[in-house]
Nanobody, 128 residues
Framework: QVQLVESGGGSVQAGGSLRLSCAAS???????????MTWFRQAPGKGRERVAT????????YYADSVNGRFTISQDNAVTTLHLQMNSLNPEDTAMYYC??????????????????WGQGTQVTVSS
């Protein structure tokens, strides 16, 4: 089993920046079975969408078009710490942000059904 705990959310004005972090813990086998780690977000009344993914094996990254060039996903210490640097935030980025991990692969797809482990989420609010 893997536990994911997010931190770093908050309120910021448009144009500002935030850095989210996700700490992963659990048994060694489960941790090193993770193929992808992803940040998803869900705004009120909308579905959960993939923001950014990183493949743990080689660091390949994938971004939603809406955040490409503004957000950067990174990982420390192999899979144990995940970050999302968010710059040039706008009100459309307001959402609950979730960290998720997948042992199933197919990282490029961003399908929520492929993710076994989820954090509780951290709220990001951007005011105009």
């Amino acid at each position: 089993q893997v536990q994911l705990v997010e931190s770093g959310g908050g309120s910021v004005q448009a144009g500002g920046s935030l850095r989210l972090s996700c700490a992963a813990s659990g048994d060694t086998y489960s941790i090193y079975s993770i193929y992808c780690m992803t940040w998803f977000r869900q705004a009120p009344g909308k579905g959960r969408e993939r923001v950014a993914t990183i493949e743990t094996a080689d660091g390949s990254t994938y971004y939603a078009d809406s955040v490409n060039g503004r957000f950067t996903i990174s990982q420390d210490n192999a899979v144990t710490t995940l970050h999302l640097q968010m710059n040039s935030l706008n009100p459309e980025d307001t959402a609950m942000y979730y960290c998720a991990a997948s042992t199933k692969g197919f990282c490029r797809t961003g399908l929520t059904s492929l993710y076994n482990y989820w954090g509780q989420g951290t709220q990001v609010t951007v005011s105009s």
